[in-house]
């Protein structure tokens, strides 16, 4: 007995054993905001009754029980890993870890398995060989981002995808991949509401196919960029023109590390080395008068740039000697200015003196 507010049961296909998905709204011990979730296995005839651990991040994103067995693959986890488990609820064998997946898809013989990541995730595919618990090979890789519906072929060897109508409104249409990865066909439809291969009443009809051959590869993840602001995006300068800017200057520095070595290298050389050439004489300058009086041939180009700058700076002297006339004129004017101003101070002065002795004359006549 278990205490469950909501439960999933799936069988196996022979009816002898029991996958009992149970959840609970409200965790009791408080572990958990969104409730709790546990997983149970359960064989009547075998006397099997046990309790799957779950992990507690991302909790159960599925579970499919292997088509000719009692073994079962459970995808839980965050980010998602996928074990497989014995009839005994033993771990086995952890197929992928840290994959996005969140659906699991077998075959009809169970030879074959599919993973695909859809809903949040990145719609990537991958389509396995299933030997046995131990033995899982990856065969081929795919994408189909908006797909809703994926199933297996009656005989194993195709596998489709489709995008329906109800879940999205654009984009509609299905794909048919092989049992390898490989992409054999595609329709596109306006409006797509179901697809379904036709049914087989007993699978054993198609048997199992035994030339089994690897489709496309996963592509190697690319490095992850540093983040660029909005405003910045539409730039030129991109982090591939900084990069190669770097390595550039890095070039430039290494080389200039090496020209300083090899001059140091020669300087650190003997000075028997250095003096085995002896140093070249140096040409004597000639005199500046010799180089004065060389005679120019007439007409030269030189001998008339030459009397041009002659002529050029007689006439400016003689403008220096007209303008600096009318400053002597000037000058001599206010010189003349002040010596009349300074005749008539003394003038009024000799005037004003007279006039207070005549004024002290008439008062002693009185």
Same mark, same amino acid.
């Given at each position: ?20 998905? =149970? ?11 969104? $409730? ?61 870890? &840290? ?16 993973? $695909?990541?859809? $809903? ?10 299933? @030997?046995?618990? %131990?033995? =899982? ?18 005989? $194993?060897?195709?596998? =489709? ?53 690897? &489709? ?11 983040? =660029? ?18 390595? !550039? ?15 140091? !290298? ?41 009397? @041009? ?55 002693? %006549?009185?």
């Amino acid at each position: 007995m278990f205490e469950a507010d909501n439960c999933h049961l799936l069988w196996n296909r022979s009816g002898s054993g029991l996958l009992a998905y =149970v959840s609970t709204d409200v965790d009791t011990s408080g572990k958990s905001y969104y $409730g709790k979730e546990q997983l149970y296995l359960m064989h009547p005839k075998r006397n099997v009754n046990a309790m799957i651990t779950l992990s507690e991040k991302g909790g159960l994103q599925e579970a499919q029980w292997h088509p000719n067995s009692d073994e079962f693959v459970v995808i839980d986890d965050h980010p998602p890993r996928v074990t497989c488990y014995n009839h005994k609820g033993m771990a086995v064998k952890e197929i992928a870890s &840290g994959c996005p997946r969140n659906i699991i898809r077998f075959d009809p013989h169970g030879q074959f398995m599919w993973m $695909g990541g859809f $809903g949040n995730l990145n719609g990537e595919m991958s389509f396995m060989h299933w @030997k046995d618990a %131990n033995a =899982v090979e990856m065969l081929g890789f795919n994408k189909d981002e908006t797909c809703r519906y994926y199933e297996y072929s009656p005989d $194993g060897t195709m596998f =489709v995808t489709a995008r329906i109508h109800e879940f999205i409104k654009i984009d509609n249409g299905f794909r048919i991949y092989s049992y390898n990865g490989h992409c054999i066909t595609e329709y596109k439809h306006e409006r797509l509401h179901q697809i379904a291969f036709r049914p087989v009443a007993a699978p054993q009809l198609y048997p199992e196919r035994t030339n089994i051959r690897k &489709g496309p590869t996963q592509p190697k993840q690319s490095e992850k960029k540093a983040y =660029v602001p909005p405003h910045l995006r539409d730039k030129g300068n991109t982090q591939q023109q900084q990069q190669q800017q770097q390595q !550039h200057n890095n070039n430039n520095t290494n080389q200039s590390s090496e020209h300083d070595n090899e001059s140091k !290298h020669n300087s650190n050389e003997p000075s028997q080395h250095k003096h085995q050439n002896p140093p070249k004489p140096k040409k004597q300058k000639q005199n500046k008068q010799e180089n004065d009086n060389t005679p120019w041939p007439r007409g030269s180009r030189f001998q008339e740039h030459i009397g @041009k700058t002659l002529d050029d700076t007689e006439t400016k002297s003689a403008k220096k000697k007209r303008k600096k006339k009318p400053k002597e004129k000037r000058e001599q004017a206010q010189q003349g200015g002040q010596g009349q101003e300074q005749e008539q101070e003394q003038g009024q002065g000799s005037g004003t003196s007279i006039d207070a002795s005549a004024k002290t004359e008439n008062e002693g %006549n009185e």
